[in-house]
């Protein structure tokens, strides 16, 4: 459940992220459309202006009288020697001496000029645009008619100016501003994958806490019943020899109330554990004898054919007693579950003293290799969870102790949980 969320949430954060790329790239498209119009229409009137100065000039310079159009003032003015060029044309006017500057700016085509002068001549219109020339050359141009004093028609003025390099500048402009926006919206889709990750860091804290939980109650309950499996079983060898010897039901009903309590304190172990390692709660030290408690836990051991033999001193140590039963329990059942050989019955001594408890067993040992891994939950070297080494290391390290492994030289393994030397 958790992992199908989370899958969720790295889905709308990439729709969230789309969106918002989407939108800003919507208005940059816009934003970019109307630079690149601005663009052209700002060449376009500094074209326009420079033909319309030209055009004002020469209507200034030109004589249109009686049918007559008189160009040689045109001569003699700096305007015949620069750009834009002009031409005085016929179009459908009456036939006379045309003019063309003497500076030639740009290629234009006679065809192009005669057709411009015959637009504004036969239809008493002004023309401007861009046209393009028979050498497929860009020009801007402008196209006037000339009348004479009666208001006839007499001929065309056409200017002509050089578009080219206008229109470079502005392809050069279209492509900054193209790749400006596309580079801005790869800044801006980087910008909201990362703004998505921080407004939806709440839901994903929520359910990575979700899943510590499940993951809590989940270790909870398999140490649980990890745990209560060896009690539960001596509880059922007792109930099973109470039945079949009923005399002796008075000599174990002391193990039974010790196994039920043992239980007990297996289901509030594990909640106070979780409650440790949170933080929210204390181990509980105090004083007590190591020797009896080993002894006592090894009587409660459903041992079945196996022998278990304990040699031990007085031992005084601080620590919590349940925690502690709990440690040497889990070290002697895994002794009973592994370290025997085949289609043998366990074999296994305890040693207490100095404030160590020394279990060792003649199974197939420990490879060294695996030794460190073994007190890792969910870590065995025989097929078991190995819930209940890592919680035997867990007891040993809030004790401030330590728990080794090793192999003996005969044969087996040795288990060795020590307190340290000031706690006894």
């Known amino acids: 459940m958790t992992d199908s969320s989370t899958g969720r949430l790295r889905r709308l954060r990439r729709l969230l992220t789309v969106l918002f790329t989407a939108m800003n790239a919507v208005g940059l498209v816009v934003l970019a459309w109307l630079l690149i119009e601005a663009d052209a229409d700002q060449g376009r009137q500094r074209l326009d202006s420079d033909v319309r100065q ?37 179009g459908s006017a009456p036939k006379f001496e045309q003019h063309r500057n003497k500076r030639e700016c740009v290629a234009v085509d006679d065809a192009l000029l005669n057709r411009l002068a015959t637009e504004a001549t036969s239809t008493d219109t002004s023309k401007t645009g861009y046209e393009t020339t028979a050498g497929g050359r860009l020009v801007y141009v402008a196209a006037d008619p000339v009348k004479d004093s009666d ?82 079983a001596g509880l059922r060898a007792l109930a099973e020899t109470a039945m079949r010897n009923p005399a002796e039901q008075a000599e174990m009903l002391p193990r039974t109330i010790r196994l039920a309590s043992m239980m007990g304190d297996i289901i ?99 490879d060294p290799a695996e030794a460190a891994a073994l007190f890792e939950r969910f870590v065995s070297g025989g097929g078991s969870t190995g819930i209940g080494l890592a919680v035997v290391k867990w007891v040993a390290d809030i004790h401030g102790g330590t728990l080794r492994v090793y192999n003996r030289d005969e044969g087996g393994a040795i288990f060795e949980f020590a307190l340290p030397p000031g706690a006894g």
């Not at 004002?56 to 001569?75: K, S």
């Not at 366990?346 to 279990?359: F, N, P, Y």
């Open 151 to 232: 208001r006839r028609i007499v001929g065309a003025f056409v200017v002509v100016a050089d578009a080219d390099g206008i229109q470079r500048q502005h392809e050069q402009w279209m492509l900054l501003v193209i790749g400006g926006c596309a580079l801005l919206v790869l800044g801006l889709g980087a910008a909201g994958y990362v703004i998505a990750g921080r407004a939806m860091r709440p839901a994903a804290d929520a359910l990575e806490q979700q899943k510590s939980l499940l993951d809590g109650v989940s270790q909870l309950l398999d140490g649980v019943v990890h745990d209560l499996k060896t009690p539960v």
């Open 268 to 366: 509030d172990l594990w909640p106070k554990r979780a409650r440790v390692i949170a933080g929210v709660d204390e181990v509980s030290i105090g004083p007590l004898m190591l020797d009896q408690l080993v002894e006592m836990v090894v009587e409660d051991m459903p041992a079945g054919g196996a022998r278990i033999s304990v040699t031990s001193v007085p031992t005084r140590v601080d620590g919590d007693a349940t925690l502690l039963r709990r440690a040497i329990a889990n070290l002697i059942g895994n002794a009973l579950s592994h370290g025997r050989a085949p289609d043998e019955e366990a074999d296994i001594q305890i040693t207490v003293l100095d404030g160590r408890v020394i279990i060792a067993d003649r199974g197939p040992g420990i």
């Open 54 to 90: 030209v055009a004002a000039t020469l209507a200034r310079l030109v004589a249109a009288d009686g049918g007559t159009v008189v160009t040689a003032y045109l001569g003699t003015d700096t305007i015949n020697e620069q750009c834009p060029q002009f031409a005085v044309m016929l």
